[in-house]
């Protein structure tokens, strides 16, 4: 797992970073490699192993970010984004029994510092929620909008800014910062122990969103131009692949 957590943590800091503005988007993929290496230095996995299967990871690393701006963009390579997104998590997993124990620096500074809320934490279950906070921050909305592509509950950037009419993110806002909110609390009460808080939580977004909808629905069952059921399909997709994403990464976690 601790090569996956610090490769986690690259892809989500790349994500973080072109979700700024262009000047700042340019070095999504060179900031997340140089936090692939500095993670790998900081915990001791500088065994040949590490190195060449880490720098290999860089790769699924970059075409993620390639081909998932491609597809946010123009609607195409959203399989293709996908499949390198997941050809990195099964690269790091599968030669998992080869990585070094971790432990370096980060090892040393928590026997050092005694951190209450990391107490007894070894640096690999530290480097794990690292990883996982920093993929479902943007990665997890990364991914849940081009799930929304590929099944057409929306459209792409380059389309809207076309002027192609309403779609339904327009009709219920907040998503992309409620999305990684949500996530991050069902992880955190998920860790802490209280899976039903984690299930309240899930059930609440259904609660506050349902009279919203219903508000927004006319006689003729249309939501300010765009069709109830468009909507509708927009935001249980959407939910169920961001609910779906903040449970494994729990089940990682844990």
């Not at 610090?6 to 999504?28: H, I």
């Not at 192993?49 to 491609?70: C, G, H, K």
């Not at 690269?91 to 040393?108: D, E, I, M, T, Y």
Request: aromatic fraction near 6%.
């Amino acid at each position: 797992m601790t090569w996956l957590a610090v490769w986690l943590a690259g892809v989500g800091l790349a994500d973080v970073v072109r979700a700024g503005r262009p000047p700042v988007a340019r070095w999504a993929v060179p900031a997340g490699s140089a936090l692939v290496v500095a993670l790998a230095l900081l915990v001791g996995l500088t065994a040949s192993v590490d190195l060449v299967v880490l720098a290999a990871a860089l790769v699924p690393l970059a075409l993620w970010v390639r081909y998932s701006r491609q597809s946010l963009q123009t609607g195409t390579g959203h399989a293709a984004a996908l499949a390198w997104l997941a050809t990195g998590v099964v690269w790091c997993v599968a030669l998992s029994g080869w990585a070094s124990s971790p432990g370096g620096l980060l090892g040393r500074w928590l026997e050092w510092a005694q951190v209450p809320f990391l107490a007894g934490a070894s640096p690999e279950r530290v480097l794990v929620v690292l990883g996982l906070v920093l993929a479902n921050l943007a990665t997890a909305n990364v991914v849940v909008r081009l799930v929304l592509l590929s099944v057409g509950a929306l459209r792409p950037v380059g389309w809207a800014e076309a002027g192609a009419g309403p779609e339904p993110a327009e009709q219920l806002r907040g998503g992309r910062l409620l999305g990684p909110m949500e996530r991050l609390v069902i992880l955190g009460l998920g860790l802490a122990g209280q899976l039903t808080a984690a299930g309240l939580v899930i059930a609440a977004k259904g609660l506050i969103r349902f009279p919203e909808l219903q508000a927004k629905r006319s006689e003729t069952t249309s939501v300010d131009g765009v069709g109830i059921d468009e909507v509708t399909e927009y935001f249980l997709v959407g939910s169920f692949v961001s609910w779906i994403l903040a449970l494994a990464s729990l089940a990682l976690a844990r």
